[in-house]
């Protein structure tokens, strides 16, 4: 079946440490992005990239890295630059171009980060 | 600037009733895209239904239907009929500017009794 795999499902940082959340698609989508969603508020944009080894900073990208070397894969890092980790992250993806007039992003199941 | 409301943060309905979650937006862009996104428990944001600021029929999507009003800059979702199963937060959200990213908003929680 087609679709966007996270893992892993739920993750534990230390203090300083750089720990890499894994996004998977096999839809065949163009762009791919990474959310934030902390307790009780709605999504903010970390990082896009709408083509394999180009990816744009989102609302909130400071503490935060990505890269794009596979156009089904986007794994973000999150940094011991990211003071407050804490928060449930989602991925998704859309295929995009004239034809696509809907663009809807499709999600994957989240990876719930916590800071031990 | 560019931004979705929602000014309930959580709603009650009976099953088998129907509900409106408000959602008004803020966008200077004539060309823009609503969309509707159910989160339950399990965490998944799982997409409802579209509207395209061009389209001249509201959507409707089986029990989802989205009642777009361009002039007050609204864009709300109807659930008909409601089920148990709707219980969840919802998310409506705004593609606007380039490069098909989404703003969100803060979401409503429903609940559904039996």
């Known amino acids: 079946d087609g679709g966007i795999t996270q893992s892993p499902k739920y993750l534990f940082r230390k203090e300083g440490q750089n720990v890499t959340l894994s996004c998977e698609q096999n839809l065949n989508h163009d762009a791919m992005y990474w959310y934030r969603q902390d307790p009780g508020q709605g999504l903010r944009l970390i990082y896009y990239?709408?083509?394999?080894?180009?990816?744009q900073k989102g609302d909130i990208a400071e503490g935060y890295s990505v890269s794009r070397e596979k156009k089904e894969s986007f794994p973000l890092t999150v940094t011991s630059a990211q003071k407050n980790p804490t928060a449930f992250y989602l991925c998704?993806?859309?295929?995009?171009?004239?034809?696509?007039?809907?663009?809807?992003?499709?999600f994957g199941a989240g990876t719930r980060l916590s800071v031990l | 600037a560019q931004k979705i409301t929602q000014t309930q943060p959580g709603m009650f309905v009976q099953e088998k009733e129907a509900v409106t979650l408000d959602c008004t937006y803020d966008t200077s862009d004539q060309s823009y895209g609503l969309f509707w996104y159910k989160q339950p428990s399990s965490g998944e944001m799982i997409f409802l239904i579209y509207q395209g600021s061009y389209d001249e029929q509201n959507a409707t999507e089986g029990r989802y239907s989205l009642n777009f009003q361009k002039a007050r800059k609204s864009a709300n979702l109807v659930i008909s009929a409601s089920q148990l199963g709707d219980s969840a937060m919802y998310f409506c959200?705004?593609?606007?500017?380039?490069?098909?990213?989404?703003?969100f908003g803060a979401g409503t929680r429903l609940a559904v009794h039996p």
């Open positions: 959200a705004m593609r606007a500017g380039g490069y098909n990213k989404l703003i």
């Open positions: 998704a993806s859309t295929q995009q171009g004239q034809g696509v007039a809907k663009n809807i992003q499709y």
């Open positions: 990239s709408q083509i394999v080894n180009d990816f």
